[in-house]
């Protein structure tokens, strides 16, 4: 009897060692998620501004501020950083359901019982995804938002 707990030892210890490995892995590509997230946003904003900066200097040419041409960016830059942390979560809402689905037909048979679930998301991680989500896309929007702030009317109206 001591031996058999003693396997069961070893083998919990096992198991826990390789959750914690995909656990630790599961993070490292959440980071490079929101990095490569990052950089695309910076290029789709340098691109949005490029494309708009006969708009832009209309408005400068109007009386729009550079503060206010900023504020458009970071907006931008914000909502889609809100799309995109509400889309991935639903993919990863839908990916853990598709998991919880697939797993137990892989399970062998003689397990005797599977759980209810083999996802435990804790819901205030869902708000954190969120907010690292917009917080990334607005510091990835901050350079091109600046680079629209400081387009001169005359250069762009003359072109």
Do not use: Y
Request: with cysteine; glycine share 12%.
């Amino acid at each position: 009897c001591e031996e058999k707990e003693q396997e069961l030892v070893i083998e919990s210890n096992r198991i826990r060692s390789i959750v914690g490995a995909a656990t630790d892995g599961a993070w490292l590509v959440g980071i490079l998620i929101f990095l490569l997230a990052g950089v695309g946003i910076v290029n789709g904003l340098t691109l949005s501004v490029m494309e708009q900066a006969k708009r832009i200097g209309i408005l400068r040419a109007v009386g729009a501020r550079r503060r206010d041409i900023l504020l458009i960016f970071l907006a931008e830059a914000f909502l889609v950083g809100l799309a995109g942390s509400l889309l991935g979560i639903l993919a990863a809402e839908g990916a853990m359901i598709g998991a919880d689905h697939w797993l137990p037909r892989m399970l062998p048979a003689d397990l005797g019982a599977t759980p209810e679930t083999f996802f435990l998301v804790d819901p205030s991680l869902r708000g954190l995804v969120v907010g690292v989500g917009v917080l990334v896309s607005l510091l990835a929007g901050v350079f091109p938002a600046l680079k629209g702030s400081w387009i001169q009317p005359v250069e762009v109206l003359k072109g």
